[in-house]
């Protein structure tokens, strides 16, 4: 990688100490690393450091008449293979999402036609506030990719999720970035659903199922890895995030239903989620009691929105490619020939949960059925297979891979 460029803009967090390190790694690699901190970032890391460690002159003024004589702004935006902003601050984000340009490093961002990956790292609170939600939801439309933040103790000593991921995961989804032979679905945008969800019966009880996310967590990293840009609505899960993915966490399958509907546009929507097909009607505001001597208490289920369905059949923003799983312990392949055609989707993936080893196991045996020729029984592989096998499949039918 002797002839690639990232130029990397340092946000003002704590967490821009790491991209020293970071540096250093990536000119092992031989990649040379502009660096543009921001007034808050050449507070916290200094710019000789950066300049010392990167081996370039480091920028930081939109108006140095040298710089601009040199290496102007919209120049210094354009050389490079790949714009990296770590550590990314609700600020910069912000700026971004809203296409704001009052400094160097906010207007190379605005300036550039190069990626850009962002690794954002805050305060747990200032992650979840809504207006940080609003910005990276818009990020994410506009095709940046999104790395992280991890979960864990913040440099504020908050607990959550906010600590930017470590330099080796960022390195990885740089080198993976800069090799493009192996990244068929750059420019892609995905959507995947994984998990179950958990339909409330009263404050401390709700229904659920035995889903444990790893397929469709898996499929999120596979799409990541492959280039595209995946938004993972996932389901309450005990799995980690997948890097390289923007996940949404939600609980119910009308939060799942809202939070699909907002990562609209995408071109490729996959609905591995195991999502209640009821909930219950009425949810008391308090925990339902047991009375001694009284009967038991009757649930009353309505359905729930159908999902895979409702992309298939949006109105406006159908995903050029919609793929969903299907679940079943009856004759399998009739089953998925009968919900691929209920559901107007293009793909279905059909397993077998009767004899309880797909639920939270290793591995799956698929049934593959699309709208042309017979179903295909794929060999049991591993969730990871699975997944590598969906993404090589989703490349070919958009035309970014060997058909
Ligand atoms: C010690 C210190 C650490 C900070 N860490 C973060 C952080 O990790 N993430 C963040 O979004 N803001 C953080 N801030 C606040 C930002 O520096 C502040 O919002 C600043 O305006 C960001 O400017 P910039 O986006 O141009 O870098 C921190 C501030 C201080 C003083």
């Not at 991921?165 to 679905?185: D, F, N």
């Not at 293009?346 to 004899?355: C, F, G, K, T, Y």
């Amino acid at each position: 990688m002797s002839n690639k460029r990232v130029l990397l803009v340092l946000g003002g967090g704590i967490a821009a100490y790491k991209c020293l390190e970071l540096i250093r790694r990536l000119k092992e690699h031989g990649i040379a690393v502009r660096c543009v901190p921001t007034a808050a970032a050449r507070a916290l890391v200094s710019p000789l450091a950066l300049a010392a460690v990167s081996g370039e002159k480091v920028y930081d003024s939109l108006f140095s008449l040298t710089d601009e004589a040199e290496m102007g702004h919209i120049r210094l935006s354009r050389e490079a293979d790949l714009v990296v902003v770590a550590p990314a601050t609700a600020d910069l984000l912000a700026k971004m999402a809203n296409g704001l340009a009052d400094d160097l490093a906010s207007t190379l961002l605005l300036a550039t036609d190069k990626p850009v990956l962002v690794a954002p790292a805050m305060n747990p609170r200032m992650w979840a506030h809504p207006a940080t939600r609003r910005n990276l939801e818009r990020l994410a439309a506009d095709g940046i990719a999104i790395l992280g933040p991890a979960v864990g103790d913040t440099a504020c000593g908050e607990v959550g999720a906010g600590r930017m991921v470590e330099p080796h995961e960022l390195l990885a989804a740089i080198l993976a970035r800069l090799e493009p032979s192996s990244r068929p679905l750059e420019g892609v945008r995905a959507l995947v659903t994984s998990g179950p969800t958990h339909e409330p019966i009263d404050p401390v009880r709700f229904i659920a199922n035995r889903s444990s996310g790893r397929q469709g967590h898996a499929i999120a990293e596979a799409l990541a890895r492959a280039g595209a840009t995946v938004t993972l609505v996932s389901g309450p899960v005990a799995i980690p995030d997948p890097p390289g993915v923007r996940t949404v966490k939600v609980e119910t399958a009308r939060e799942m239903a809202a939070a699909c509907e907002a990562a609209l546009p995408v071109d490729v929507a996959v609905c591995a989620a195991a999502v209640a097909d009821w909930r219950p009607a009425e949810v008391p505001a308090a925990k339902i009691k047991k009375e001694t001597g009284a009967a038991p208490p009757v649930l009353r289920l309505v359905e729930n929105p159908d999902i895979l369905a409702g992309l298939a059949r949006h109105p406006t923003q159908r995903p050029r490619l919609v793929v969903g799983f299907a679940a079943e312990t009856g004759a399998l392949e009739a089953e998925a020939r009968t919900k691929r055609a209920k559901k107007d989707c293009d793909w279905i993936l059909a397993n077998d949960v009767s004899r309880g080893a797909v639920f939270g196991a290793d591995r799956n045996r698929i049934l593959f059925l699309s709208g042309e020729g017979p179903a295909e029984p794929w060999p049991e592989l591993s969730k990871e297979e699975v997944a590598a096998r969906l993404v090589e499949r989703i490349a070919a039918a958009l035309g970014r891979g060997p058909s």
